[in-house]
């Protein structure tokens, strides 16, 4: 699994979400359940709330995911001269476009209102 995003939950706990891939479909999980993603949603959120990704940023690259023979997913870590703390960023790779990058706590949240809709919705 994929680990997209970490936050202190009401009790006061660490509570984790994550990215799974199946044979044919992507999955976010944490400690709520598991909820299977439209097809195309990791990538319709980046290009809502994406930024192109600045390759020359310092950052350090904390995990990468394959999600399919053309498409990569990275989080990445970036201190900003201005930030005390560092933030997390996910960025979405694909041939022939340009990578994007968004906060991953922004995306773990329209990741998991899209899945959970799709669930709801049935």
């Known amino acids: 699994m994929f680990k997209i995003h970490e936050f202190s939950s009401a009790s006061g706990e660490l509570s984790s979400v994550y990215l799974r891939t199946t044979d044919d ?66 960025v979405y790779e694909r041939p022939g476009d340009e990578a994007l990058c968004a906060l991953a706590a922004t995306v773990t949240a329209a990741l998991l209102h899209l899945a959970q809709a799709q669930v709801a919705l049935g």
């Open 25 to 90: 479909q992507l999955l976010v999980v944490s400690d709520e359940g598991h909820w299977p993603l439209p097809s195309g949603a990791l990538r319709a959120v980046l290009t809502r709330y994406g930024a192109p990704f600045d390759a020359e940023a310092r950052s350090t690259v904390i995990a990468s995911l394959q999600l399919s023979e053309r498409e990569w997913l990275r989080h990445v870590r970036h201190l900003a001269g201005y930030d005390v703390i560092a933030r997390d960023y996910l």
